[in-house]
């Protein structure tokens, strides 16, 4: 920590929170708040969530006996908070960096993490796992599980609640209402509430109550006044969730501690058997004048300058990938009116917010809701439309079942814009792009694509226009391109075919996606060593270019795959052409470079990179430790 606080200098643990006055506890949360944002400033990070729990935070871990009581975090995007209490304060300002504080909760972090977070809408499945092993073991701890309004519209929240209600099973879930998830609230569920609370019947039941309240004291109305909420529960809590199992209590204002720890102490104290939900209302970066203003409420920044609010972004001419995608996307679409697109609550972050503003009507944002965003994807693909979903990779994960067998089975044409692909930098692990090449090319009769540049990008989306006959998927990755300038819309490429980048005679490099920069500089590495090396732009990791990768398997000594993805992928693909053509019983050294089978934790992309072993220097030496490796290999005949 920087600065000197009264409170949070001796707060190492939460049982040192618990030593505290009740009446202490909203400077706590000042010091808090005050301490997240200076922190945030340096690291940059998810701010507004964590702001917005802050009197939660302290509330949960005064009133509850953490680690014994098991605190779930669903996404962990507002978990800064809770860090800072439970014994990472003096870390906190390594947030998001290498060897530093994970920007999500983890197991391996801290005692305080019972469950590993990132991914939306697991904490109330999570929580019941756990309720229901200590019901098991007999163990009287509480589990605790809060969700923001957002996550708990996606299918696997109801699906857990639903469940939870019909186990009689006590736990209990914070229901953290802030009317504002990353983008614009979507969605029924998302509006239930407020629908509820500004309908005629509960209109109707309000006035009459005034009506009621009107007749007596001033006094007595003050306290019926409070006793609104009362009606408005026994309202909510009649229909929606006390329908799935649930004793509901709320709304309550999230930040007045005053209200929030007796209500808290009541859930942790009661008898009740079963599942309790506690609805809070919160405002997303509150405290921090510049994130209360702020449209995003500052859910995601760079560094910045806490007297002004000013992020501190790096500068740079060259394009997005993101956007190249989505304005060449609306360029095709203002010719086209089949063409439509879709995202799961990440607009801004797909640029599907571009190609919103041009064709509001034929923009679909599902929320959270992958396994619905791609099986609504393919009922608009049986209709003639040309859906494009725009999903990260890491999210795609969620629904593969429905891409299997909604989309390639039925051999639908829905094109998968595959943001994020390969290493992401700072959200570590759980946001990185490393299993799409090898799930999706396992898909029978599914083209799969990588763009080694930002040009490539724009002929792979120009050649997906016309691809009517079954799914495509083109991934790219997080970031900027190299600088070249883009071709027209209707340059395209031929499906399965890759492209020479340069010829040599004695090496062959073929690279799938965004490594190829790296190729060519480790190509000028090995020709200062005396090697002759040919560059291949794989372009698709399906249908491989056969034709081309057995002609360069036949004259070349060495031939290497690049690949920004797990083994089973591109490598997987060709060795096992090689393979099958009879192309290793000539002699051909082939190696396949991919991600290493373990998950790379956060750090600077670059960094992450070389531990990958996919930068030039790394991609150099595998070549010359092929060309120059001792025949190590003896057959014994008996």
């Avoid at 009649?238 to 649930?246: V, Y």
């Avoid at 081309?548 to 089973?568: D, F």
Wanted: hydrophobic share 40%; aromatic share 8%; glycine share 8%.
């Amino acid at each position: 920590m920087t600065q000197n606080y009264k409170f949070l200098d001796k707060i190492n643990f939460p049982s040192d929170l618990r030593k505290l006055s009740e009446n202490d506890l909203k400077d706590v949360s000042d010091e808090v708040r005050k301490e997240m944002i200076s922190a945030v400033s340096e690291t940059g990070g998810h701010l507004g969530a964590g702001l917005g729990v802050v009197e939660l935070t302290v509330a949960l871990h005064y009133v509850f006996d953490t680690p014994n009581d098991k605190l779930i975090w669903d996404v962990g995007h507002q978990a800064y908070p809770h860090k800072i209490l439970t014994g990472r304060k003096n870390k906190i300002r390594t947030l998001r960096q290498g060897n530093g504080l994970s920007g999500f909760t983890k197991r391996t972090e801290s005692e305080y993490d019972p469950f590993g977070a990132a991914h939306s809408s697991t904490s109330i499945s999570s929580a019941l796992g756990i309720a229901e092993a200590n019901k098991l073991a007999n163990k009287s701890s509480n589990v605790i599980a809060v969700i923001g309004d957002g996550a708990i519209s996606a299918g696997m929240a109801y699906e857990a609640m639903n469940n939870a209600g019909a186990s009689k099973t006590k736990m209990i879930v914070i229901l953290n209402d802030n009317d504002m998830s990353i983008a614009k609230p979507v969605g029924a569920m998302r509006t239930y509430l407020a629908k509820l609370f500004t309908g005629k019947i509960y209109f109707s039941l309000r006035e009459t109550f005034k009506l009621i309240t009107s007749a007596f004291s001033k006094r007595f109305s003050a306290k019926a006044g409070k006793a609104e909420d009362f009606l408005r529960s026994a309202v909510t809590g009649g229909t929606l969730f006390s329908s799935l199992g649930f004793y509901y209590a709320g709304p309550i204002d999230g930040h007045d501690l005053t209200s929030l720890v007796p209500i808290l102490k009541n859930a942790r104290d009661t008898n009740h058997e079963g599942p309790i939900m506690i609805h809070i209302k919160t405002q997303k970066g509150k405290g921090y004048s510049y994130a209360e203003k702020a449209k995003d409420h500052y859910h995601g920044v760079a560094k910045f300058n806490v007297e002004t609010g000013e992020q501190v972004k790096s500068a740079s001419n060259l394009p997005a990938y993101t956007k190249v995608f989505a304005n060449t996307l609306v360029k095709h679409a203002q010719k086209d009116s089949k063409i439509v697109g879709i995202t799961a609550a990440m607009p801004g972050g797909t640029g599907m917010d571009i190609f919103g503003k041009e064709f509001p009507k034929r923009m679909f944002d599902v929320g959270i809701a992958e396994q619905h965003a791609v099986t609504f994807a393919a009922g608009l693909a049986t209709e003639g439309y040309k859906p494009y979903a725009a999903i990260y990779s890491t999210f795609l994960q969620r629904a593969y079942d429905q891409v299997v067998h909604d989309v390639a089975i039925q051999s639908l044409p829905v094109r998968f814009a595959i943001d994020r692909a390969g290493l992401v930098g700072a959200d570590g692990s759980t946001h990185a792009g490393s299993f799409d090449i090898t799930y999706l090319s396992t898909l029978p009769n599914f083209i799969v694509m990588a763009a080694s540049d930002e040009s490539e990008l724009v002929k792979m989306i120009n050649t997906s226009v016309d691809i009517n006959d079954r799914p495509c998927a083109i991934r790219y990755p997080r970031g900027t391109g190299v600088g070249l300038d883009l071709p027209p819309i209707d340059e395209k490429i031929e499906i399965g075919k890759g492209k020479v980048v340069q010829e040599g005679n004695q090496a062959c490099i073929l690279s799938l996606g965004a490594r190829l920069e790296e190729c060519k500089l480790a190509a000028e590495e090995l020709k200062n060593k005396g090697i002759s090396t040919t560059i291949i732009d794989a372009r698709f990791a399906k249908p491989l270019d056969q034709e081309l990768i057995l002609k360069c398997a036949r004259e070349h000594e060495v031939m290497i795959t690049i690949e920004e993805g797990s083994i089973g992928g591109f490598g997987s693909h060709v060795k096992n052409l090689l393979a099958e053509k009879g192309i290793f019983d000539k002699g051909l050294k082939f190696r396949a470079m991919t991600l290493p089978d373990i998950f790379i934790e956060q750090d600077t992309p670059k960094n992450m990179y070389d531990l990958a072993g996919l930068n030039a220097a790394q991609i150099s030496n595998k070549i010359l430790d092929v060309f120059f490796a001792k025949e190590s290999i003896k057959v014994v005949k008996n």
